[in-house]
């Protein structure tokens, strides 16, 4: 039996000044996104941490070349400036100082940050500097020293994170500042705080890579409410045990997030112009992770970190797959998964998420399931409220998971033209398959449009190139475009699956 409590708590106030919760809550108002915008300046013992995180990138603030710029040409400079920055004593182990502020947690989400992105840039140098001259990524550095393996540890384990980067807590949502707070977060008004290229630099690449999630995130608050709405309704609906239904509420929170949605996508299109495809793969490399990654085959030692007992470690590397904003919708529609390898890959990225992200997430797909949203929405035959409702629930059903396939589609155009056409490295940043792990999931959406669509009474009989040669007008016009765009993009997707696995030599 469903209950109108929500024992999950989804905050209406972030409370930004609250230094004793984290710094990552779901809110009805900023959705995704940290409770407060993130820390930028460090407290004064950290100044050492800080001094090299201005001098790392490629490219500082100031414009000079910094610590993982590559020796000029022609000169007798070398290279590995910021290893041989780190392993020259230049940074003392301050994990005394992260204890000194540990009850302070955005804070520690700040140290967090700063030091997954100095750990990513000791240990992937080597390849980056690789890359630029043409060449394989080869090894990465195999041991992380104690003055960052035991700090990144600390605050990881305070934070509830990985002690490696993490999309969330540090590479995109916990790394932004602005020129101008009473502007809030309009595009022109957001900066990187760290960077390892050009990122500090607003007109550039990684930075628009960057500020690109960051822009589709501020949309997740009324995404939230949605979501939580349509459960609430299938609660309700439950409780009166059929007695009462109310569709028009469940509509109003279904018509919430496909709006959301829809905002989200077409902030994820400025992708193209923000962040050019021939330039992804110079600031890239920095992004990898651990696991699965050819570049670290015996896993790293984090020197010092106890309860590793100095035994190579593995974790995945940053990836936008770690954001939440799919994944809570594929949870409320409860979008069935293939069972194979590359969804096992995709519950293990559950994992490096913020902590309140995963139990939001896990919530939803269980309070769904329990109050029988799915079906309520489905059972074409149970009676149950006004018909013309039942066929707007469907309808709205439909059109949000076209947003979702809409979104992966997008995905997986990005993956297809700012990698697999520049690199035949084999896996993504996150360690998964870089061919077949986004169709993996595009796949499953669009066989669960086709699905629902024929359980309301529609027809998906295809002709050649997935043209559709027979169908019912059963949820609007508007849902037959969509389900024509399906059949099309159903038969584009294996078609170009098929071909990249036969260039590389990949089992399809």
């Not at 990698?419 to 669009?446: D, F």
Request: glycine letters at 10%; a negative charge; hydrophobic letters at 35%.
């Amino acid at each position: 039996m469903g209950s109108l409590s929500t024992p999950f708590t989804v905050l209406t106030d972030p409370r930004p000044t609250d230094t004793t919760l984290p710094a990552f809550m779901v809110t009805t108002t900023r959705g995704f996104l940290p409770r407060a915008d993130p820390i930028v300046t460090l407290p004064a013992e950290f100044a050492p941490l800080e001094s090299i995180l201005q001098r790392m990138p490629v490219q500082t603030l100031s414009g000079e070349p910094g610590l993982l710029a590559p020796p000029a040409e022609g000169s007798d400079e070398k290279g590995g400036k910021l290893g041989a920055v780190v392993d020259g004593g230049e940074l003392p182990d301050l994990t005394e100082a992260v204890e000194k502020y540990k009850g302070n947690l955005p804070l520690m989400n700040a140290l967090y940050r700063d030091y997954s992105f100095l750990a990513s840039a000791y240990l992937l140098e080597p390849c980056h500097e690789r890359f630029v001259r043409g060449e394989e990524y080869g090894l990465g550095r195999e041991v992380l020293p104690a003055c960052v393996a035991r700090p990144i540890a600390r605050c990881a384990e305070l934070c509830g994170f990985k002690p490696f980067m993490e999309y969330a807590g540090s590479y995109a949502l916990y790394n932004y500042r602005l020129v101008d707070p009473s502007l809030g977060l309009a595009p022109s008004n957001v900066r990187l705080i760290r960077a390892f290229e050009r990122g500090l630099d607003p007109s550039s690449s990684e930075a628009g890579f960057v500020l690109v999630h960051i822009d589709m995130v501020k949309h997740t608050g009324p995404l939230v409410a949605g979501a939580v709405g349509c459960i609430h309704a299938a609660q309700a609906q439950q409780l009166s045990q059929g007695k009462e239904s109310d569709k028009e509420k469940l509509n109003s929170s279904l018509d919430q997030v496909l709006t959301a949605l829809r905002k989200i996508n077409s902030t994820m299109e400025t992708m193209w112009s923000r962040s050019r495809p021939t330039e992804y793969t110079s600031f890239r490399t920095f992004i990898f992770g651990i696991t699965s990654q050819s570049m670290f085959p015996h896993g790293v030692i984090y020197r010092g970190v106890t309860e590793f007992g100095e035994k190579p470690v593995s974790f995945r590397g940053e990836s936008g797959a770690n954001d939440s904003i799919v994944p809570l919708v594929d949870n409320l529609l409860a979008i069935p998964m293939p069972e194979t390898p590359l969804t096992e890959i995709l519950r293990d990225f559950r994992s490096y998420r913020p902590g309140e992200h995963r139990g939001f997430l896990e919530w939803v797909r269980e309070a769904g399931g329990e109050a029988g949203l799915k079906g309520w929405v489905w059972d074409v035959s149970n009676g149950n409220g006004d018909e013309e409702e039942g066929r707007k629930s469907r309808a709205l059903w439909i059109q949000v998971l076209d947003q979702v396939r809409e979104f992966r589609w997008r995905h997986w155009c990005f993956a297809r033209e700012y990698i697999l056409k520049r690199t035949s490295h084999p896996t993504a940043t996150g360690g998964s398959p870089i061919v077949t792990w986004l169709p993996n999931q595009l796949a499953a959406v669009m066989e669960e449009m086709v699905r629902v669509y024929e359980l309301a009474g529609g027809s998906m009989v295809g002709g050649e190139d997935g043209e559709r040669t027979e169908g019912k007008d059963v949820l609007g016009a508007e849902v037959e475009g969509i389900m024509d765009l399906v059949g099309r993009q159903r038969e584009m997707l294996r078609k170009e699956v098929r071909k990249f696995c036969e260039e590389r030599g990949v089992k399809n």
